[in-house]
């Protein structure tokens, strides 16, 4: 037998998501590779035993490192194809395949990358006014893009509105020069940037010169009514109650509509409620209206970003998120059942 030693340094990865919670997904190496000493200290790894096996275990090691590096996660399911021999990458573009929203610039496909994101496509599908609350990073607005891109494609809908209300994140911006579109562009910018990932430049611009596409800020929804639209209110938590009953209100019957926030970071001037916290709780009972809650779990931007959201969420008190009152009506009936006794 011909003894080797091999020493992996991990560099630039969660080690929590790579050697699994309690060392999860280490010990299923450690199982499937019971001749072969796998230790680790941080982000060092060293693997000693006969030489060909230390070798496959060098390779399952490599493509968990690569799986997470390119999705972000690292599933029980991938553990099990990648020790089985199976190709992880395939198997997961297989099952992607089932999940894709819609196929963005050169044919790229855009799906839910957490179990809350396909929640949202979910709760989307199943009703008219979806609430999506959560912290940034969480992919809750690009997602939400996605689905009015594929409803459009799908000739669902004849129309994408998007808008979010203009107010300054702290800051005093002061007096911005060029026209209107000029000065209110900047609030904007993010639903463009999402646009821009899943239509081409050509396309983009004829669809908002012919108005099918149309980004705005929320001061410009008064007085219309959106119909055989879907429709994108960003950045809700810094709308008052005024203004988001005046969005919620403007509806057609053919309508689909979005709604994000984050009770975390309202830009409302400090005696000024955000109307998102008073439509959480006066309308999560109704029918037809979905709500969902992302957590730092869900963040898919900068693994640091899901640690620093988690660090101000253990110091910061937010507003509640309500819960459906499912047993609502059975409620209800007993109460009327006692009122007549």
Do not use: W
């Amino acid at each position: 037998m011909s003894l080797s030693e091999i020493v992996l340094l991990i560099e630039d990865l969660d080690l929590v998501a790579l050697y699994g919670q309690n060392d999860n997904n280490l010990n299923a190496v450690r199982k499937a590779y019971p001749d072969v000493t796998i230790t680790s200290r941080g982000g060092m790894m060293k693997l000693n035993g006969d030489k060909k096996r230390v070798q496959e275990v060098k390779s399952k090691l490599e493509m968990m490192t690569k799986m997470l590096r390119q999705y972000g996660e690292l599933s029980k399911a991938n553990i099990k194809d990648i020790l089985s021999g199976e190709n992880p990458f395939i198997t997961k573009v297989k099952k992607d395949s089932k999940n894709v929203i819609v196929h963005g610039r050169n044919g790229r496909p855009i799906l839910p990358r957490t179990q809350n994101q396909k929640k949202l496509v979910e709760l989307s599908n199943e009703n008219d006014i979806l609430f999506a609350i959560g912290p940034a990073g969480t992919g809750k607005t690009y997602t939400a893009v996605a689905l009015a891109v594929r409803s459009l494609k799908l000739g669902l809908v004849s129309r994408i509105v998007l808008t979010r209300p203009a107010v300054e994140a702290g800051e005093n911006l002061g007096y911005l020069p060029g026209d209107l579109k000029d000065k209110i562009d900047p609030y904007l910018r993010p639903l463009y940037d999402a646009l821009d990932d899943m239509i081409p430049p050509e396309k983009l611009a004829l669809y908002m010169q012919n108005r099918v596409i149309e980004v705005a800020p929320l001061a410009f929804m008064r007085g219309r009514t959106l119909d055989n639209s879907f429709i994108i209110l960003d950045e809700a938590q810094n709308t008052t109650e005024t203004q988001l009953k005046m969005f919620l209100t403007r509806l057609g019957p053919q309508a689909k509509c979005i709604i994000t926030g984050d009770l975390s970071q309202i830009d409302l001037p400090r005696r000024q409620q955000s109307g998102l916290i008073k439509s959480l709780n006066i309308l999560k009972n109704i029918e037809g209206i979905g709500m969902l809650q992302l957590t730092s779990a869900d963040v898919v931007r900068h693994r640091l970003v899901k640690q620093i959201i988690y660090a101000y969420e253990q110091h910061t008190e937010t507003p509640h998120f309500p819960k459906k009152e499912r047993n609502l009506e059975k409620k209800e009936n007993k109460e009327s059942t006692n009122d007549a006794e």
